[in-house]
């Protein structure tokens, strides 16, 4: 295909690299895949060729942690560095009553004092396979759309199947450029993974809402963990070690980690279906969620405590998803998007048989987002936010959906639960962290509530969610007579298979049950009518410009391993010029400054190791990097291979990089390792563990 559009765009694509080109190779904009890095353009822009080598390291060295971070191995025993706010979770299901690691901290002075995270998968990828030829050769001619993704689909589980197999690795296939092309990812998996050292909560995360996506900032955002094998440190063949050089002013770096989710190969239809309806309505059940959990958190210390991880997750997601919901309704920018899309339109009209190739592409995207329109409500309250995101309801609705989709061929069942992606879900399903009975109270009362706020009182599925009482009454029938608290309870449903479930009187996999149906068709519409439509047109509207532009474009984010380009550097903000580094003297000017009112309250072993510590040492540095939500817990390295940094946040104008970059004064912010070494060793006192990552 790709050649066939090359010859069909020759001619029209002239007009469009005009307009373009500087849009697609935008200084340090990109996020790049491993296998397909932008060699050219660093060798001109940084004079930097990466080697075969490099590459390879930075690969295997870079890891993926749970559902939403990234790490990197920092040492040969296994040692892994990420964010204090990326290992958050476990900090607090590693907490008790008697140790409160997140508000004291963690330092484990022996390896048989390091603490086993209860449900943690760490992935280190190994492997990348193009499988896009064998996934679109499931897709044959007089197919629907609907029909040519359930063939997709099944190829890929297949394909995930055979090579897990073959391989022993965790083997998932991602999709690339909306559908234009498919690699495979083959991963090592480590689920022994073992907490080392947290910092106190006040330090890592100083400053809290009101300087999160701000700079200057003084955080010691890191964590380290430790990944075992067969109860011993794991060995790994790649790793980095810290550098305590430093970097300088203009000093090429770069970051390899997961970004989450990128919209900037989006249509404008698309992006405007983002503005007006996905993100508002994110917006509407965070800020619900916060004031809820606010009063919760307020009814005294432990609920605050249960609460915690949750409120903090939610405040980030309100200012970040709020930031970016202010760039897209930005004139200006939205202007920008429409510009290139008219251009790319243009360019494709211009030449007939490349018209005829792409053809309703741009249309079927704006149908896929008024069909969304049409079930967003029903979709929300039954798929997206079941039940308010009851960590029960999940156990429950998991249990449902496990044992119904283990009686299909691996090929024909919902891609959560193939032979390939059981082990993650297990992994949650069986995990022995405490679930809060209180908090549970909150969540699904919240839910009942939010989806009749959606539905409306007299809706169906909204009837048989209350089962006749307020939703107050319900949650409390439901969270008090359930036993999935019990992990030996979820298992035995699991291992008695669906008569096992359909015979349970656990009026949580009783609601799951009654609700099943009507979720499961609602989920389907949302993936025939609207996602299977988006990954057709979205795979013409790639090769149109792969033709253009070839390794100049680079996919969007899908939380996959990237490499990142970018510079050091400091930048105007409002009429101030800003320099790229702080250091530690800022933050304990910070804290007088603010009085030592919290969120800017140091802990008292820091106020106590003052005058022993360097307080020139550089805290929090900025770089150019292209960074988004996922990316948290990157190293951030030099040409050497070297960790310089950690990746912890981005600054108020990269809201705008979900769908259009610019480095005029988005930045990326990251925790500069010569502070977390100064802090290891004059604060926490863990000079072994300085050794461990600098190098004996």
Not at 159 to 182: A, D, F, N
Not at 211 to 224: G, V, Y
Not at 283 to 288: L, N
Not at 407 to 432: F, G, H, N, V, W
Request: proline letters at 4%; aromatic letters at 8%; glycine letters at 8%.
């Amino acid at each position: 295909m790709r050649n066939r559009f090359t010859r069909v765009f020759a001619a029209a694509s002239v007009a469009l690299l005009a307009g373009l080109a500087s849009n697609s190779a935008r200084a340090d904009e990109g996020m790049w895949l491993l296998n397909q890095p932008p060699t050219r353009m660093l060798k001109e822009r940084y004079g930097f060729e990466p080697s075969r080598e490099w590459l390879e390291l930075v690969q295997k060295a870079s890891v993926r942690l749970g559902a939403g971070g990234s790490g990197s191995i920092v040492s040969p025993d296994g040692l892994v560095m990420t964010n204090h706010h990326v290992a958050q979770g476990q900090l607090a299901k590693l907490s008790t009553p008697d140790r409160d690691i997140v508000t004291n901290g963690f330092y484990a002075r022996s390896r048989d004092q390091e603490l086993r995270c209860p449900d943690l998968e760490v992935l280190s990828l190994q492997n990348i396979v193009d499988v896009t030829r064998r996934v679109k050769a499931a897709a044959t001619p007089g197919m629907s759309s609907a029909q040519a993704e359930a063939a997709r689909r099944a190829e890929i589980a297949r394909i995930e199947r055979e090579e897990t197999e073959k391989s022993g690795l965790t083997s998932q296939v991602v999709t690339l450029y909306g559908g234009g092309m498919y690699h495979l990812y083959q991963y090592k998996r480590y689920t022994d993974v073992r907490l080392v050292w947290a910092p106190e909560e006040a330090v890592g995360a100083f400053g809290g809402d009101v300087d999160n996506f701000e700079f200057p900032r003084w955080c010691l955002d890191a964590t380290f963990l430790r990944l075992y094998e067969d109860g011993r440190p794991a060995k790994p063949t790649h790793f980095m070690r810290f550098t305590l050089d430093g970097v300088k002013d203009g000093e090429p770096v770069f970051v390899t980690g997961h970004p989450g989710r990128t919209q900037r190969g989006f249509t404008v239809d698309h992006l405007r279906s983002l503005r007006d309806r996905v993100y508002p309505d994110w917006m509407d059940f965070i800020r619900r969620r916060e004031v809820e959990l606010t009063v919760f958190a307020s009814e005294g210390p432990e609920l605050a405590t249960q609460a915690y991880n949750e409120l903090s997750s939610i405040a980030n997601g309100r200012k970040g998803l709020g930031g970016k919901l202010v760039a897209l309704q930005d004139p200006r920018n939205f202007a920008k998007k429409a510009q290139e899309e008219a251009e790319l339109r243009s360019a494709i009209a211009s030449n007939p048989q490349l018209a005829q190739e792409v053809g309703d592409a741009f249309e079927m995207i704006a149908q896929a987002q008024r069909e969304y329109a049409s079930i967003s409500d029903r979709y929300n309250a039954l798929e997206r936010w079941p039940v308010g995101r009851s960590e029960l309801f999940g156990h429950a609705r998991n249990i449902v959906r496990l044992t119904s989709e283990r009686q299909k061929p691996d090929s024909e069942r919902m891609s959560a639960y193939t032979e390939s992606r059981i082990p993650q879900l297990e992994l949650a399903l069986y995990s022995t962290a405490p679930v809060h009975r209180e908090l549970e109270l909150n969540r699904v009362a919240s839910g009942l509530g939010m989806a009749a706020d959606l539905l409306g009182g007299e809706d169906d599925a909204v009837r048989t969610l209350l089962g006749g009482v307020s939703a107050s009454d319900r949650a409390r029938e439901l969270v008090d007579g359930t036993r999935l608290f019990e992990v030996s309870y979820r298992r035995g449903l699991v291992e008695g298979g669906v008569e096992a479930v359909r015979n349970s009187e656990d009026p949580m996999i009783r609601l799951a049950l009654a609700i099943e149906d009507e979720a499961r068709a609602v989920r389907s519409r949302y993936e025939d009518s609207v996602e299977a439509a988006e990954r057709a047109a979205y795979g013409k509207l790639a090769a149109a410009r792969f033709a253009a532009f070839g390794e100049n474009v680079y996919p969007d984010a899908t939380f996959t391993l990237r490499l990142s380009t970018g510079r050091v550097k400091g930048y105007d903000q409002e009429g101030v010029d800003l320099t790229f580094a702080t250091d530690i003297a800022g933050m304990f000017a910070r804290h007088e400054q603010k009085g030592g009112a919290e969120p800017f309250s140091l802990p008292r072993r820091w106020l106590a190791s003052r005058d022993t510590l360097n307080l020139k040492t550089p805290f929090n540095i900025v770089s150019t990097n292209d960074i988004i939500g996922g990316n948290s817990g990157s190293p951030l390295i030099n040409r050497d291979g070297r960790v310089v940094g950690l990746i912890f946040d981005g600054n108020r104008y990269s809201f705008a990089w979900d769908t259009i970059f610019s480095a005029e004064r988005g930045r990326a912010v990251s925790v500069d390792v010569r502070a977390i070494v100064e802090a290891l060793r004059k604060v926490y006192d863990a000079g072994p563990l300085v050794e461990e990552l600098v190098g004996r």
